[in-house]
């Protein structure tokens, strides 16, 4: 578990906050660097977030969207088995295995759970081509949702070339069309992923009828 660490380093971020106050003609270096690292994870608008900002932070990194608002990174915060747990620096976490958003905390309406029928564990897309008659099950927090059915179709769109902050990646593009009839909520969800070991690297997915897509691009793997 990283939440102490996690923690520390986003108590550092409001710190570099203050930066703005200091000279321009002192610690010129440190100001922009601490700019830089405040910026990013607070999702300033159309921040250009680097390959060397993505290295130099610690922890597993990825970067967050959600519809037209600015995006931010989100840093590991802990890991259970093949599930990972994601941190902003405003408090919002996601969990997510397999790629899949399984959970959420600090949004307007929270995904409590997803299950998928006849599946104990979120299902590796690599194990899918062009198959329709699957089911998943969304349980949500605000409106309060027990299990809504979700028919999915998933289709496998083959190879495409995805570039994540200057790294390009030879990965393979899964649509989910999953729909429910009786709130007429319809909608796709994109999944991006490496054909080798099954990582997803970017998905663009919808978690609630009342949020927007959540875009998702892994800057920083986690370690295995």
Known sequence: MLNKKVASFLILVVFFNSCSSLPDNVASNFKL??????????????????????????????RLKIGKGPAGLMILESQSKDSNTWLSSDEVSITEKNGFIIRTSGLLNNVINLRFIGQKDVPNLLNYRNEKDLKSYLTLHNPEVFELELELNIVNKGVEKVIIVDKEYSLVHFIIGKENKYIRWKANDH?????????????????????????IEVTKKPAI
């Open 191 to 215: 999944f991006w992923i490496d054909p080798i070991d099954g990582y997803v690297w970017k998905s663009i997915q919808n978690i609630a009828p009342n949020i927007p897509q959540v875009l």
């Open 33 to 62: 660097a601490a700019t830089s690292i405040k910026s990013a994870v607070f999702g300033f608008e159309d921040y250009p977030i680097t390959r060397d900002l993505v290295e130099s932070i610690p922890y597993a990194s990825m």
